[in-house]
């Protein structure tokens, strides 16, 4: 039966492609891409004109029926616009149909952001926990961080550049100042790693751009001494939300362990040394 390819691509250099994945990129019948302008490029590059479709997050559901149908017929693989599909990014799904009818899955590893990070981070680590994306929202992201509090292992975590200020905000309120490294544009012309603790980082990427991997240190306490949330950047964060006294007070006293009569004299202070007074 014909084979569905995962097929890594450069993250950013278009160079740090292999040999095996060109091969297969120009002798399978058809390309799955999550875009399909930024799969031309590298394929006009090395100058293959294997046919592309679209197969994205919005779509993926949609386009899965007609995939296994061509591949009835002919091979095919799947790309995302950088490093390796179902990493974060559309595939899983088309994997599990084509596996599902019998087809061979083949992967043909390259480029990683993950991996990549790691290596350049130098960040002691006995094994690592993927995040992914953390989540939009400052609330969800503190929950995230705070079920990680006591966990060894390095957290690494992928990250825009117009949430990155705010996900070290919290990284620091909920884990402490423990030592990060920040690697900015992988193998990309502005390539760049910061290594130090999280409060240097924010005033490092004052005005963050490109794309941004995150290594966090694990903790080396014991989980009944790992370090808790900064009860002040904690309201401080939910007082820029303008989130109501009541919510803001349960919401740190559960991450901090604190009781709430002392974290509402801190909410009281922070009303005072600000113009806008969220409701109470």
Known sequence: MPTLYIVSTPIGNLEDITVRALRVLGEVGLIA???TRVTRRLLTRYDIDTPLTSYHEHNKLAKIPGLLVRLEDIDI??????????????????????ASKGHD??????????????AVSGIAMEGFVFLGFLP??????QR???????????????????RLKSALKDAQAVLGDREI?????????YEETYRGPISEALVHFENPRGEFTLIISGTTSDDENAPKADPRL???ELHRQRVSARDAVAQTS?????????LYRIWVELTKESDYHPPV
């Not at 083949?106 to 990070?117: E, F, H, R, W």
């Open 254 to 262: 559960e991450a901090t362990g604190l009781g709430r009569r002392e």
């Open 33 to 35: 891409a999550e875009d």
């Open 234 to 236: 904690l309201l401080e």
């Open 105 to 118: 899955v083949i992967g043909i590893p390259g480029a990683s952001a993950l991996t990549t990070a790691i």
């Open 181 to 189: 490294a920040v690697c900015r544009e992988l193998t990309k012309l």
């Open 144 to 162: 995230l961080l705070e079920s990680m509090i006591s966990e060894r292992r390095a957290l690494v975590a992928f990250e825009t550049p117009h």
């Open 77 to 98: 693989a799947l790309v995302s616009d950088a490093g390796t599909p179902g990493v974060n990014d559309p595939g899983q799904e088309l994997v599990m149909a084509a």
């Open 136 to 141: 939009r929202k400052s609330g969800e992201r």
